[in-house]
T-cell receptor, first 114, second 113 residues
Framework: GAVVSQHPSWVICKSGTSVKIECRSLDFQATTMFWYRQFPKQSLMLMATSNEGSKATYEQGVEKDKFLINHASLTLSTLTVTSAHPEDSSFYIC??????????FGPGTRLTVL | AQSVSQHNHHVILSEAASLELGCNYSYGGTVNLFWYVQYPGQHLQLLLK??????LVKGIKGFEAEFIKSKFSFNLRKPSVQWSDTAEYFC???????????FGAGTRLFVKA
């Protein structure tokens, strides 16, 4: 199947700093990418849907000014957690969808905010 | 609003036992249905999907699922589990435009050798 990568796989930052997470579709073009957040022992919570060249659509309760999403190309979407706080610590997962509507998931990024 | 309900949060089985994981969804329109699996330390992988046609869908590793429209269900089955099936299983629903996929809470399966 198609491959989606995320970088970094783990990041530790200080409270108040910003962190950027990259999501890349390596062997296909993804017009749509999704960003999820997964808390320990819980399911994936959809944060936002990102379409190439347009503004992301955020789910209810997700602060768009805190979680900045940019989908500048058909193979790259970035999530920037601005002014991170300890409660933002989580596992962030992206997925990219191909033309067949199947989603391919990245390996996730573990964010720890001290 | 769309929602997905998985009935069992934890399931423990012995090898060779049969498996059925329940999934019910709530959505008024036409849907696409998925089962994903997450093995320990790995990322989500697609097990099988239903878009249209035969409601009995066969996926990888001997898994199958049946879409019962009248019951809004898409249960996952495997006749004989193996220790290597130990993982977390997520049911997911997307509208036919595919613009948003909602995941269930997941079911952790542990298979005893």
């Amino acid at each position: 199947g198609a491959v989606v990568s995320q970088h970094p796989s783990w990041v530790i930052c200080k409270s108040g700093t910003s962190v950027k997470i990259e999501c890349r579709s390596l062997d296909f073009q993804a017009t749509t990418m999704f960003w999820y957040r997964q808390f320990p022992k819980q399911s994936l919570m959809l944060m936002a849907t990102s379409n190439e060249g347009s503004k992301a659509t955020y789910e209810q309760g997700v602060e768009k000014d805190k979680f900045l999403i940019n989908h500048a190309s058909l193979t790259l979407s970035t999530l920037t957690v601005t002014s991170a706080h300890p409660e933002d610590s989580s596992f962030y997962i992206c997925s990219a969808r191909d033309e067949g509507l199947e989603q391919f998931f990245g390996p996730g990024t573990r964010l720890t905010v001290l | 609003a769309q929602s997905v309900s998985q009935h069992n949060h934890h399931v423990i089985l012995s090898e060779a036992a049969s498996l059925e994981l329940g999934c019910n969804y709530s959505y008024g329109g036409t849907v696409n249905l998925f089962w994903y699996v997450q093995y320990p330390g790995q990322h989500l992988q697609l097990l099988l999907k239903y878009f249209s046609g035969d409601p009995l869908v066969k996926g990888i590793k001997g898994f199958e699922a049946e879409f019962i429209k009248s019951k809004f269900s898409f249960n996952l089955r495997k006749p004989s589990v193996q220790w290597s099936d130990t993982a977390e299983y997520f049911c997911a629903v997307a509208n036919t435009g595919g613009f948003k996929t909602i995941f269930g809470a997941g079911t952790r399966l542990f298979v005893k050798a």
